[in-house]
């Protein structure tokens, strides 16, 4: 017996938010009460500046901005309060690399993400 397209939009549902991203992107995630958050301003505006960057690292940006479903989500999953800024750099594997109450300067997000070893790793290879 196959599974009903309800069954597979439920279980995609109840799929963690990252589990898409695992072993192929890194992701920041950005939480804010509301979009009209200044660090959260602050740090959009700094990611703006650098999408080369991002791009080169696997680097993508999920937002959990707000009172929302995936917001509360994503919230949950990284452990984060409703209230506040929080940045979370995620790694390939799942895993919390780096988390900060301020914007983080794309240099020190990059240099984090340099140093980690998946990611030398790739380095090497693109030699």
Do not use: N, W
């Not at 009903?4 to 439920?10: I, K, P, R, V």
């Not at 920041?28 to 740090?43: I, K, M, N």
């Not at 700094?46 to 919230?75: C, I, K, T, Y």
């Not at 984060?80 to 301020?102: I, M, Q, S, W």
Request: charged share 25%; aromatic share 2%; hydrophobic share 50%.
């Amino acid at each position: 017996m196959g599974l009903g397209l309800a069954t597979l939009a439920a279980c995609a549902a109840a799929a963690g938010p990252l589990d898409a991203y695992r072993g192929r992107s890194r992701v920041l995630v950005l939480s804010a009460p509301d979009g009209a958050d200044a660090e959260l301003t602050a740090q959009r505006a700094g990611l703006g500046s650098v999408p080369g960057g991002m791009a080169e690292r696997d680097l993508v940006v999920l937002e959990a901005v707000g009172a929302g479903v995936e917001a509360q989500a994503l919230r949950a999953r990284l452990a984060l309060p409703a209230h506040g800024f929080r940045a979370v750099l995620v790694g390939k594997d799942g895993g919390a690399k780096l988390t900060a109450e301020e914007p983080i300067p794309s240099e020190a997000l990059f240099a984090t993400i340099d140093a980690m070893p998946m990611r030398r790793g790739e380095m090497l290879r693109r030699r």
